[in-house]
């Protein structure tokens, strides 16, 4: 009993400020940043390494819930290269045909029709990619993208700061307080979104559907309270620079997923 009391001191206790920390990153929006911005920091873990954690921690889950799953370009109507998650067997286009050989496979399925920009460097690009895919079903091409990702996602972080500062512009802040918002508010959806795939696996999917709905919900309303507590405006004004915000977002990640898809396509 004694070694076991011990033991769970140890655990619950061996760093506060780890619990603190959690706690206030998942239940109390804008908290943790408005306390470093006022220079309260020591109850609580520096925010960059907070980050690094749970996007590791994130990725892992990620990584253990699809490991089949692999980028693939694909072509769309326009001649513009498309990313989508999944693995090569499961495209229509890229499956093996009955009888057909691997150097068969590969001329019939890697001579992509792309006629946009820089067109001499992505072609042999994407050849490229597309014999490693269907060498190896494109085992090594998902490695690279999870490994590239979370680097991928730590220049998005600073791009997204300077929309931020071109919002508030007014009263000045300073660059690095709108990337230490964005540091924090992604470290939550990094652990929010890790335990929403652990909590999946363990129920049955209807039960997941409605959980993964509220979760979705939660960050949003997570967003909205964050800026409101951190800048300091009115409900309508920080709607309204929501919409533009996520607007933005939802453009630069999907520019940081297709360059990260592309890079590891190529670097696989």
Excluded at 34 to 63: D, T
Excluded at 104 to 131: H, S
Excluded at 246 to 258: D, E, H, V
Aim: a positive charge; one cysteine or more.
């Amino acid at each position: 009993m004694h070694f076991s009391r011990e033991a769970t001191e140890d655990l619950t206790h061996a760093d506060s400020r780890l619990w603190r920390t959690l706690f206030a990153l998942l239940f109390k929006p804008g908290f943790l940043t408005r306390e470093f911005l006022e220079g309260r920091r020591v109850r609580y873990l520096p925010p960059l390494r907070l980050y690094l954690v749970l996007s590791v921690l994130f990725f892992l889950v990620v990584g253990a819930e699809h490991p089949e799953a692999t980028p693939v370009i694909l072509k769309t109507e326009h001649g513009s290269p498309a990313v989508r998650i999944a693995p090569p067997e499961d495209v229509a286009n890229m499956a093996a045909r009955p009888g057909e050989t691997t150097e068969q496979r590969e001329a019939r399925v890697c001579n992509p029709d792309y006629d946009g920009p820089a067109r001499r460097f992505v072609l042999p690009f994407l050849k490229k990619g597309c014999r490693h895919m269907i060498e190896d079903r494109g085992h090594t091409v998902a490695e690279a993208f999870m490994h590239n990702l979370p680097r991928g996602m730590f220049f998005f972080l600073p791009a997204l700061a300077l929309v931020m500062k071109a919002m508030y512009w007014r009263p000045r802040r300073y660059y690095v307080e709108h990337l230490l918002f964005f540091v924090h508010d992604h470290a939550f959806a990094f652990l929010l979104l890790a335990l929403l795939a652990l909590t999946t696996r363990l129920v049955p999917e209807t039960i997941g559907n409605g959980i993964s709905f509220v979760a979705w919900v939660y960050i949003v309303y997570y967003l909205f309270v964050s800026m409101r507590q951190v800048y300091g405006q009115s409900r309508m004004r920080t709607f309204a620079k929501l919409i533009v915000l996520s607007f933005t977002y939802f453009i630069g990640i999907a520019i940081t997923l297709a360059l990260t898809a592309m890079y590891s396509v190529y670097s696989a």
